[in-house]
Structures are given as structure tokens and as C-alpha cells.
């Protein structure tokens, strides 16, 4: 099993950054891509970036060109750097994993909001 830990949510102005983690512990050795998701009231979860372990990346076009993910090489640390908020960014962040084969564990998720 894998446990996921969130930590950086906050309440920021518009334009302004923020920086979020995820830490995995357990069985770390097999976690393959990681990502993070997001869901604002009302809305459905929504993917927003990930990277492969492979060191591939996908961004949501919603922030590309803002949001930059990242994870350290023991794979236990996802990064995911928020620049630029808009206030339609406003939702719960969830770190996810992929643990292989195919098992995929999430975080208690995050809270961010931005103000105008």
C-alpha cells in the first residue's frame, strides 16, 4: 500500500504563487506516474498535471505555462509549483499515484483559494 500526504494549500491572491507537496510512504518502490487532480464545488475531478516515471509530463492546457510538476528521483516527493493563480484555480488539489500494476491511491487533498 501507499500513503499519500498534501501539504502547501493556502489562500493566495490572484496572480499570486503557490507551492504544494505530496509525500509517499509504503510501498514506494513500485509507484510508477504520479499527478495531481483537483475539484472545484460543483464540479467534477479534473486532472491537472502528472509526469510518468519516465519523466514524462502532461498539463491540463488550463495551466500550461503556469503550473510546473515535479518529483525527486526516490519517487517518495511530488512537487506541483502554482504561478500565476487565476481564481478559477480555486478548488481541492489531490495527489494521486499509480502503484503498479494497477492500483491508484489518492491524498486527503489540499485546499486552494484564490482571491480577487
Known amino acids: 500500500q501507499v500513503h499519500l500526504m498534501e501539504s502547501g494549500g493556502g489562500v493566495v491572491q490572484a496572480g499570486g504563487s503557490l507551492r504544494l507537496s505530496c509525500v509517499a510512504s509504503g510501498s514506494i518502490s513500485s509507484i510508477d506516474a504520479m499527478g495531481w487532480y483537483r475539484q472545484a464545488p460543483g464540479k467534477e475531478r479534473e486532472l491537472v498535471a502528472t509526469v510518468s516515471s519516465g519523466g514524462d509530463f502532461f498539463y491540463d492546457d488550463s495551466v500550461k505555462g503556469r503550473f510546473t510538476i515535479s518529483r525527486n528521483g526516490a519517487k517518495d516527493t511530488l512537487t506541483l509549483q502554482m504561478n500565476k493563480l487565476k481564481l478559477e484555480d480555486t478548488a481541492i488539489y489531490y495527489c494521486?499515484?499509480?502503484?503498479?500494476?494497477?492500483?491508484?491511491?489518492w491524498g486527503q487533498g489540499t485546499q486552494v483559494t484564490v482571491s480577487s
Open positions: 494521486n499515484v499509480l502503484q503498479l500494476p494497477s492500483t491508484f491511491y
